[in-house]
């Protein structure tokens, strides 16, 4: 059983629609990722959030926005998305994050993305 | 930036050992990680080790550690069917990242 986790678990979107991914971690983790996953490859990163401020964005275009309304949630907004932004979105959590280090994450089983 | 290489595929028999093999290529990681994915799930953290130590036993996993080769096994004893899944390895990065490996698919076959 994952200790995050993540809902919807699957999505089928239009290119015009808006939509939100949810992720929510009870492990009193203050930091907390996403990543995306094409099949076959390792994840990619794309924001990191420690103590519910955003600290990493990975050159992450403006149509993915992320929130992070408090320690325990992580949201990813989408909105135009392209066929090519469909993968596995996958969130994680770990006790901490440093700016030259980061503790083991703990990942959820992700929301597959599908864009029409 | 950090480059991490693993095998692609790895092919066991049940009951056998498994050695998932990983290289990476900066020495200052504090962290390195081993993940397991399952069809259709997130990534499993497995196991650890911190870059002080050269090697850590965890039930059926052995992880090795040599800091001088850049060199991070995972071994996995009496392999069972369930363990089929692709394997990652991962390093942490001084820029508070984790680096993965493209992952290594381990089939066991009855």
């Known amino acids: 059983d994952t200790e995050v986790t993540q809902t919807p678990k699957h999505l089928v979107m239009g290119m015009t629609n808006k939509k939100s991914l949810k992720c929510e971690q009870h492990?009193?983790?203050?930091?907390m990722y996403w990543y995306k996953q094409k099949a076959k490859k390792p994840p990619e990163l794309m924001f990191v959030y420690s103590y519910e401020k955003l600290s990493i964005n990975e050159s992450v275009p403006s149509r993915f926005s992320p929130e992070c309304p408090n320690s325990s949630l992580l949201n990813l907004h989408l909105h135009a998305l392209q066929p090519e932004d469909s993968a596995l979105y996958l969130c994680?959590?770990?006790?901490?994050?440093?700016?030259?280090?980061?503790?083991?994450?703990?990942f959820g089983d992700g929301t597959r993305l599908s864009i029409l | 930036g950090e480059d991490v290489e693993q095998s692609l595929f790895l092919s066991v028999r049940e009951g056998d050992s498994s050695v998932i093999n990983c290289t990476y290529t900066?020495?200052?990681?504090?962290?390195l990680y081993w993940y397991k994915q399952e069809p259709g799930a997130g990534l499993q953290l497995l196991t650890y080790i911190f870059s002080n130590m050269d090697m850590k036993q965890d039930q059926r996993l052995t992880v090795l550690l040599n800091k001088k080769d850049k060199h991070l096994s995972l071994r996995i004893a009496d392999t069972q069917t369930g363990d089929s899944a692709i394997y990652f390895c991962?390093?942490?990065?001084?820029?508070?990242?984790?680096?993965f490996g493209d992952g290594t698919t381990l089939t066991v076959k009855p």
């Open positions: 900066d020495s200052s990681s504090t962290y």
């Open positions: 991962a390093v942490n990065t001084n820029a508070g990242k984790s680096t």
């Open positions: 492990m009193g983790h203050r930091a």
């Open positions: 994680a959590s770990s006790q901490a994050w440093f700016g030259d280090s980061n503790q083991p994450q703990h």
